[in-house]
């Protein structure tokens, strides 16, 4: 029967999930915060075009949620990468998820901004932000 030890240093990839954790933590107050000043009641979760046209508040609420729903769909993803990469290479595994982190991080920072144009910038680990 085989066996399989981990790796001396797989604690380490308990850090990354802690920013990972952080990281919705910073989108989820993005938009609760966005959502209060733009006055938009629950259980509603993205204002019509045209009201978000209207009023910039409205419109820096739809980016905040934008960016936030963007990380939840695609984290699955690099959750499963990054658990099956790190059996075997707990540091680097490591080290990409925190790089990906701060990308999030930053594509946040940028998209909520209220300006949708500036989610991708090259500059890290935050773009400045416009409203």
């Not at 075009?49 to 695609?74: I, M, S, V, W, Y």
């Not at 680097?92 to 940028?110: D, E, P, Q, V």
Request: hydrophobic share 40%; aromatic share 14%; charged share 10%.
């Amino acid at each position: 029967m085989a066996s399989f030890t981990f790796p001396p240093a797989f604690p380490i990839v308990g850090l990354p999930i802690v920013a990972a954790m952080a990281l919705n933590g910073y989108q989820s107050h993005n938009v609760m915060k966005a959502r209060k000043e733009a006055g938009v009641k629950y259980p509603t979760l993205y204002v019509t075009e045209a009201e978000a046209n209207a009023d910039p508040k409205k419109l820096k609420f739809n980016c905040a949620q934008r960016a936030h729903g963007n990380t939840l769909e695609n984290i699955p993803y690099v959750l499963a990468l990054f658990g099956y990469l790190s059996l075997f290479h707990p540091k680097l595994a490591s080290i990409f998820f925190t790089h990906w982190i701060i990308g999030r991080f930053s594509y946040t920072a940028g998209y909520s901004g209220g300006n949708p144009s500036n989610r991708v910038s090259p500059s890290l680990p935050f773009p400045p932000t416009t409203a």
